[in-house]
């Protein structure tokens, strides 16, 4: 149990966004340097763009993974980790973020609901595995074999996130909602402060700059995520 202004915390989930990881050097999707100002999405991330030119999204994605092996997870992946790890109560850490440095950076728990950049799909047999170099349509599935069915295990444009049914449970029961780094103009994830807010938790944003939904917050904290989240770790660890 931790006292955040003057209420008792048994539970917390943690959203993250793009954000947490841009001061490691992975580029947002919105910022003015973010991956969508070379990238038009609706030629990258959608189903129908991997139909249209699949050689074109294997090469975006195969980019982006080999890119993860540069970076190394900040202060603020290593705080979540902390407070993880150190908190009496529970801590649900649930992402958008498809890079591997909350992983890297310590955190036991990390629900990735639009999937991982080292993983692959296959439309075939539908398994998930790990995939940690290039992939593309002429790779075979390491499962059942199948030639031309691997795709990133990602969730575009259209489709449904991962694991929605869980991180609906864990909103309707937290005490504490903290959302990091996120724009709040992707759905669901932007509406997942409305949820906990309806459940009855207090809620939190930490972003460089308000988001689209900074009004539904209770508590607004600006400032780069390596400060901001090393913070309020400290004071939840500390209450
Ligand atoms: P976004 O690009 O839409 O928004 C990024 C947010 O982070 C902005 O609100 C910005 O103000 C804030 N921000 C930027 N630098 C920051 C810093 N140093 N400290 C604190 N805040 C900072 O990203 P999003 O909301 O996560 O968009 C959702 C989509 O982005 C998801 O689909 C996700 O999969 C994808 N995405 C993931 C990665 C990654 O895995 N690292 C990178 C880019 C995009």
Do not use: K
Not at 73 to 101: C, I, K, M, S, Y
Not at 117 to 138: E, I
Not at 192 to 219: D, I, K, Y
């Amino acid at each position: 149990m931790a006292q955040f202004n003057g209420r008792f915390i048994g539970s917390i989930v943690v959203l993250t966004g793009a954000g947490i990881s841009a001061e490691s050097g992975v580029p947002t999707f919105r910022d003015a340097d973010g991956l969508w100002e070379q990238h038009d999405p609706m030629e990258i991330a959608t189903p129908g763009a991997f139909r249209r030119n699949p050689d074109l999204v294997y090469r975006f994605y195969n980019a982006r993974r080999s890119m993860l092996a540069a970076v190394a997870p900040n202060q603020a992946h290593q705080a979540l980790a902390r407070l993880q790890r150190e908190f009496a109560g529970e801590v649900f850490l649930v992402t958008q973020n498809v890079d591997d440095l909350h992983e890297r950076g310590g955190s036991s728990q990390v629900c990735h609901m639009h999937g991982q950049l080292q993983a692959s799909l296959c439309t075939a047999c539908r398994r998930s595995m790990h995939a940690h170099g290039d992939f593309d349509r002429h790779s075979s599935c390491p499962a059942c074999g199948a030639v031309g069915c691997l795709r990133p295990d990602v969730v575009w444009f259209g489709e449904i996130p991962y694991y929605m049914d869980e991180i609906e449970a864990r909103l309707a029961e937290c005490d504490l909602f903290i959302a990091i780094g996120t724009s709040g103009l992707v759905y669901p994830a932007a509406g997942f402060v409305q949820r906990a807010r309806g459940a009855g938790a207090t809620t939190v944003e930490l972003n460089r700059e308000p988001s689209e939904v900074a009004g539904l917050f209770h508590h607004r904290r600006q400032g780069l995520a390596t400060t901001t989240v090393s913070a309020l770790v400290a004071e939840l660890l500390a209450g």
